[in-house]
Nanobody, 117 residues
């Protein structure tokens, strides 16, 4: 069974930074892509950023370009989300998603990011 595990959420002041981590626990899992989504209270889940595992090609929500950076880790099936200049409206549960080479997708349980003074 594939387990997707996020970490790194927490409380941060406006203007601060956080780095989220996501790892797929099964070493033999081969991911096509890994992505971050977020869901704020009362809103739909939205794509934050994604990366193609084999090529490193990335895509971002237009409104987040320049503040958020997705990157692959050195460990197999690990991805990070560096979030800078955080705003209260970035408060959300952040979810990691991975899609395998057969098109199946898997989700983590999410990590809460709260931006507040």
């Amino acid at each position: 069974q594939v387990h997707v595990v996020e970490s790194g959420g927490g409380l941060v002041q406006p203007g601060g930074s956080l780095r989220l981590s996501c790892t797929v626990s099964e070493f033999t899992f081969s991911s096509y892509s890994m992505s971050w989504y977020r869901q704020a209270p009362g809103k739909e889940r939205e794509l934050v950023a994604g990366i193609i595992s084999a090529t490193g090609v990335t895509n971002y929500a237009e409104s987040l370009k320049g503040r958020f950076l997705i990157s692959r880790g050195n460990m197999h099936n690990t991805v990070f989300l560096q979030m800078n200049s955080l705003k209260p409206e970035d408060t959300a549960v952040y979810y990691c998603n991975t899609v395998d080479n057969y098109g199946m997708d898997y989700w983590g349980k999410g990590t809460l990011v709260t931006v507040s003074s």
